[in-house]
């Protein structure tokens, strides 16, 4: 048995870890009060003490809880529980389980986006920040890896951890000391650590908007400061030129949204949501393409170059009529006019240029200093994959991901590397990173639910399932309709797809039911069938002793039942139904001297339901007369309750007209048959 599951709140149960982040990790859990499968973000035990960290996991709380939109994942309930091994009280939000791919996996899978596609699930990000900005938060980390795409293809963004309020994002980067969002999906004002507003997050938008549409991010770089830098400095290349299905149109709208100035980009989630349907629908969108300024690190002295409107390329005489568009380019100043130089001088200056620079290049590698080239490994073993690549890849190294089965422990991170962490190599080399991809999935099996304990196991053994434990029902889920042994229900859910090393659990039936409390006083077939329709499989019937049924019992009705009326058992239990035989023993009616109205009470009494017959006899003693003097059947003898029975009543010998009979007929005296 594995150990006691561990309850959040008396109501959360965690089953399996299904995600961790630099500061949390996700888990699956149900909840017992609802029955209801959720998300539970625990802080990290290390980060729990820190003010820092504790901070950001309540403004995430805060943030999210106070969304209600379809595209934003949504929060149902915080608190904290203490971890029992530290002591250290552990906050934790209770989430919607979205079930799913990120955008981040859907990338790396290397599956190529139609573009309709990509702006249909922008679309979906842009409806989540439109409502998030209405209540003044800005998210500040979209990302593939913070959108969630479910299997019917709704659009969940999710983690608003650095989500702030507009009022409060002056606390920026510059203040915390950290990089806030993530290098590839900065904007501009992000990466200079200025303050942001909801324009922000239409920047980072675009970035993913960029990668969904050509399968890469807008800037790459050798290190997170060189591809901030380029949001601030560089204008990104045009999606169509890395794949030619991209129209000037899609273009359009995601150059505006990767526009420098705030100012320039589409001014609230909802313009560019609307600019997105209206491509989709094919009708005219609003963005142009953005003004091309160049950088001033490479931009000429524009005291000494002017800059004009650079005409679309058209047809001489459209030029006067349509001007000029937005980009710009940089007009070169006329050289002076110079004698001209023979092509001989040229080539033999051209081959003096080339024999110099080999010469320095064999000088360099002579004297040079080896070390110069040579850098330290970084030690990512335990890392992220994302984070271990960025590392790799701003220590001026080429890192190659190989991917293995391993336990769900570690998912996701680098579990091996070579070269070894901090060891040194040449700039360019390669490093290879092992990454657990966890253990190998597969789907929980149809059909488990109705199924007999042992079927259900041997068909998750087939499936692949290693960790298989039968549980008891608790009360609610007991249905007293259910076998014994019948499972009722399947954690995680038929149909789910978890790893084959995840603990599967079978809540089987007791099979127990209520005995009917209806049964005695039927007739012995009428009360079997109602057992056998109630589920009871082992029902029998036995006859009663003569003189343990009441009297007024029939024969083939139930007197008692075994077990009785109301018990709680199992429909295997067997069922004895006591049957009533409808006999009884014929009491004396003739040693008690008993009036006619006596002997016909004590008959009664015991059960026979025929009208006696009266016959008279003389008698000589007076003390017999109106006495029972003889009877049949005879005392003692045992008969069913509806034999006719006969009694000889004494009779005066003067007398010869007999007297009434109880029953109100009358009879000549005469002699019993047989004496």
């Known amino acids: ?60 709380a805060q943030a999210a809880a106070g969304l209600n939109h379809p595209n934003i994942v949504s929060v149902y309930d915080t608190g904290e529980k203490v971890d029992p091994a530290s002591g250290i009280s552990v906050p934790y939000i209770v989430m919607e389980l979205v079930k799913g791919q990120t955008l981040r996996e859907i990338l790396r899978q290397g599956r190529v986006l139609e573009p309709a596609k990509a702006f249909e699930y922008t679309m979906g990000v842009l409806d989540a920040l439109s409502s998030s900005h209405k209540h003044d938060i800005v998210h500040r980390d979209i990302k593939p890896a913070n959108v969630m795409i479910t299997p019917s293809g709704s659009v969940k963004v999710m983690d608003f951890g650095i989500a702030r309020a507009v009022s409060d994002t002056s606390a920026t980067m510059t203040q915390t000391a950290a990089v806030i969002g993530t290098a590839q999906y900065l904007s501009p004002e992000q990466a200079r650590g200025e303050p942001v507003d909801a324009r922000s997050d239409i920047y980072s938008a675009g970035c993913l908007l960029y990668e ?83 950088s001033s690190a490479a931009a000429p002295d524009s005291s000494t170059t002017p800059t004009r409107a650079l005409p679309e390329q058209q047809e001489p005489d459209q030029e006067a009529a349509e001007g000029a568009e937005d980009t710009f380019y940089t007009e070169e100043p006329e050289p002076p006019r110079k004698r001209g130089v023979s092509a001989a001088t ?48 701003g220590a001026q190294l080429t890192p190659r991901v190989e991917r293995v089965a391993g336990p769900a422990e570690g998912k996701g991170t680098v579990i091996r590397q070579s070269p070894e962490g901090n060891a040194t190599v040449l700039v360019g ?18 059909g488990l639910v109705g199924m007999l304990q042992d079927e ?60 009917p409390g209806d049964l005695v006083g039927q007739d012995g077939t009428t009360a079997r069938s109602t057992l056998i329709a109630a589920g009871f499989t082992n029902v029998t019937t036995q006859s009663v002793g003569v003189g343990e049924e009441s009297p007024t019992a029939r024969a083939g009705q139930v007197v008692r039942t075994s077990p009785t009326a109301g018990e709680q058992v199992t429909r295997s239990t067997p069922i ?10 014929v009491p004396d009616l003739v040693s008690d001297s008993l009036t006619q109205a006596q002997a016909l009470d004590r008959l009664v009494a015991v059960g026979f339901t025929s009208v006696p017959r009266i016959e008279y006899r003389t008698v000589d003693d007076a ?22 029975i006969v009694l000889w009543v004494g009779a005066q010998s003067s007398s010869n007209s007999p007297p009434a009979s109880s029953n109100g007929t009358t009879s000549a005296p005469s002699s019993p048959e047989g004496g």
Request: hydrophobic share 45%; charged share 25%; net charge negative.
């Open 346 to 393: 040229v080539v033999l200056i051209g081959l003096m240029v080339l024999l110099i620079g080999a010469l320095g290049l064999f000088a360099w590698r002579l004297m040079g200093d080896p070390s110069n080239n040579e850098v330290p490994v970084p030690a990512v073993i335990g890392f992220e994959e994302e984070a271990a690549v960025e590392l790799i890849n």
């Open 623 to 644: 003390a017999l007369v109106g006495r029972v003097v003889e009877q049949s059947p005879s005392a003692g003898e045992t008969h069913d309750k509806t034999v006719p």
């Open 212 to 294: 969904l549409l050509t399968g890469r991010p807008p800037f790459l770089g050798d290190s997170p400061v060189s591809v901030a830098y380029q949001h601030v400095r560089e204008m990104p290349i045009p999606p169509s030129q890395l794949d030619a299905e991209i129209t000037p149109e899609m273009d359009a709208i995601t150059m505006k949204a990767l526009a420098k100035s705030p100012d320039d980009r589409y001014q609230s989630a909802k313009a560019m949501r609307d600019d997105c349907w209206r491509l989709l629908n094919d009708e005219p969108v609003t963005a142009h393409l953005p003004a091309v300024v160049p």
């Open 429 to 446: 080399s390669t490093v290879t990173l092992t990454v657990n991809e966890g253990p190998p999935v597969s789907e929980i099996p149809a």
């Open 1 to 60: 048995m594995t150990d006691e599951p561990v309850v959040l709140g008396g109501r959360y149960q965690l089953e399996t870890v299904i995600g961790r982040g630099g500061m949390a990790e996700v888990w699956r859990a149900r909840d017992l009060r609802l029955d209801r499968l959720v998300a539970i973000k625990r802080l990290r035990v290390d980060l729990a003490t820190d003010s820092t960290f504790q901070a950001r996991f309540q403004r995430e």
């Open 576 to 585: 004895v139904l006591y049957l009533a035989q409808g006999r009884a023993v």
């Open 456 to 515: 259900a196991v041997a068909l998750l053994r087939e499936a692949g399932f290693t960790k298989i434990e039968p549980l008891p029902a608790p009360a609610g889920l007991d249905s007293l309709d259910a076998r014994e042994g019948e499972v009722v229900r399947v954690s995680p859910a038929e149909g789910s797809e978890v790893a084959t090393n995840e603990q599967v659990t079978l809540y089987i039936a007791s099979g127990m039911t209520r005995m």
